[in-house]
Nanobody
Framework: VQLQASGGGLVQAGGSLRLSCAVS???????MGWYRQAPGKQRESVAR???????TYADSVKGRFTISRDNAKNTVYLQMNSLKSEDTAVYYC????????WGQGTLVTVSS
């Protein structure tokens, strides 16, 4: 499985971004997740989606972020609303649990 995250950028606090993750290889029946790593911190799980669309979220993003998947397009999305400065991080997608190579991720910077 290879993963390519995109859609990051600079946004003001309170704004929104939509991240995309293009997945090559076996995808349809595999749980997926979005993860992030802020400067000086360990990588953490942000959101998970099962092969049939069940979702779970970290408490810090619950109610603001939405994970979804399009199995026909081999793509996983992360809609991020009401962004806060503490959401600034490099965002990665991976399997759940994360067994694939991480890839470069996409940088999200939220200015206050």
């Amino acid at each position: 499985v290879q993963l390519q995250a995109s859609g990051g950028g600079l946004v003001q606090a309170g704004g929104s971004l939509r991240l995309s993750c293009a997945v090559s290889g076996s995808f349809r029946f595999r749980p997926m997740g979005w993860y992030r790593q802020a400067p000086g911190k360990q990588r953490e799980s942000v959101a998970r989606i099962s092969s049939v669309g069940s979702t779970t979220y970290a408490d810090s993003v619950k109610g603001r972020f939405t994970i979804s998947r399009d199995n026909a397009k081999n793509t996983v999305y992360l809609q991020m609303n009401s962004l806060k400065s503490e959401d600034t991080a490099v965002y990665y997608c991976n399997l759940d649990p994360p067994k694939a190579n991480w890839g470069q991720g996409t940088l999200v910077t939220v200015s206050s």
